[in-house]
């Protein structure tokens, strides 16, 4: 399913990484090597390649991860050449609309430390969107699509495109373009029917959606 979704590359540092135990998890990382899907946690940084090579770093915390961690992984995707670095927070409190301090202290170190971009999960809800120094941290983008759960009491979710742009030799980024679009988990209500769909333009869901992100009002 992932590979005929266009999924390159996932992050698997969360609460229910070991559900079935070390066993389990190799599994999760012997499949997805065998189907070519890049994945990092913790434990283990990744460098995705572009064409035209430039190279994307990432790293995953999980919900019981410290900055020291996260420091680590960014000095070893720097000494892998790692061009951007994303960083992916398994954090926060789950139904919470808003990132607790714990969330944006850790945020701020990563940034601080090198990471470009920061991706929030866990919370099962939408959370804002902050721009700290000149770098965006997504604190939660809710859930997309979520088995666990057959009936939605927010069905909210979003897309996140983010356009990095380079220096003149693509050694390391210079500005961001961030484009957010506004999507339910389902195609109809009551009920999950597990088939994301776009909200509207202009319609009261989708400005709802960019309310809980903090982000513009305009379409963007």
């Not at 590979?3 to 990484?17: K, P, R, S």
């Not at 090579?53 to 000095?75: P, R």
């Not at 742009?165 to 679009?181: F, R, T």
């Not at 339910?184 to 088939?195: H, L, M």
Request: charged residues 20%; contains cysteine.
């Amino acid at each position: 399913m992932l590979t005929d979704a266009g999924i390159e590359a996932v992050n698997i540092a969360n609460n229910h990484t070991k559900d079935y135990k070390q066993e389990g998890l190799q599994d999760t990382r012997d499949n997805l090597d065998e189907y070519g899907i890049i994945w990092s946690d913790a434990d283990n940084v990744a460098i995705f390649e572009t064409a035209n090579g430039i190279k994307i770093g990432m790293f995953g915390l999980g919900n019981s991860g410290t900055l020291a961690q996260g420091k680590a992984c960014i000095d070893e995707l720097k000494e892998m050449g790692a061009n951007i670095i994303i960083a992916s927070c398994h954090w926060g409190v789950e139904k919470m609309y808003t990132p607790n301090n714990d969330q944006i202290q850790l945020a701020y170190g990563l940034i601080d430390y090198g990471a470009d971009i920061i991706i929030g999960t866990h919370p099962h809800r939408l959370q804002p969107i902050e721009v700290y120094n000149g770098k965006y941290i997504c604190y939660s983008l809710s859930n997309f699509c979520f088995g666990g759960n057959n009936i939605l009491s927010d069905p909210d979710s979003c897309i996140i495109q983010c356009t990095f742009i380079m220096d003149s030799e693509g050694q390391y980024c210079v500005d961001y373009k961030l484009n957010v679009i506004p999507y339910s988990q389902t195609s109809t209500r009551p009920g999950n029917d597990f088939c994301p769909a776009p909200y509207e333009w202009g319609t009261e869901e989708y400005y709802r959606v960019l309310s809980k992100l903090g982000w513009s009002s305009e379409d963007e």
